[in-house]
């Protein structure tokens, strides 16, 4: 069984800055790919940034010298720092890893979620 924890979200005005990080654990042989991703009231779920086991990043347009995605490999977990926040960042963030267990080979697994609002 595969876990993936978020802290981090919460409620801050425009132009602030939060900090978002994920913890996976569970019966885990190798983490590829990891992200985050986010889900507006009534849109679609959205990449937010994604980041490979070699450090490799991805960042959606919107988000692009705003966003910084980082991992620890060694911990298994991802951290995505989230500066100049705009109204339009509000969303639930998921956060998602590529991983090999015990019984599946590069399952897709997501955290519960963490809501983030940017709100004066």
């Known amino acids: 069984q595969v876990q993936l924890v978020e802290s981090g979200g919460g409620l801050v005005q425009p132009g602030g800055s939060l900090r978002l990080s994920c913890v996976v654990s569970g019966s885990i042989f190798r983490v590829y790919a990891m992200g985050w991703y986010r889900q507006a009231p009534g849109k679609q779920r959205e990449l937010v940034a994604s980041i490979t086991s070699g450090g490799n990043t991805n960042y959606a347009d919107p988000v692009k010298g705003r966003f910084t995605i980082s991992r620890d490999n060694g911990k298994n977990t991802v951290t995505l720092q989230m500066n100049s926040l705009r109204l339009e960042d509000t969303a639930v963030y998921y956060c998602?890893?590529?991983?090999?267990?015990?019984?599946?080979?590069?399952?897709?697994?997501w955290g519960q979620g963490t809501q983030v609002t940017v709100s004066s």
């Open positions: 998602n890893a590529v991983a090999d267990t015990s019984w599946v080979r590069r399952g897709d697994y």
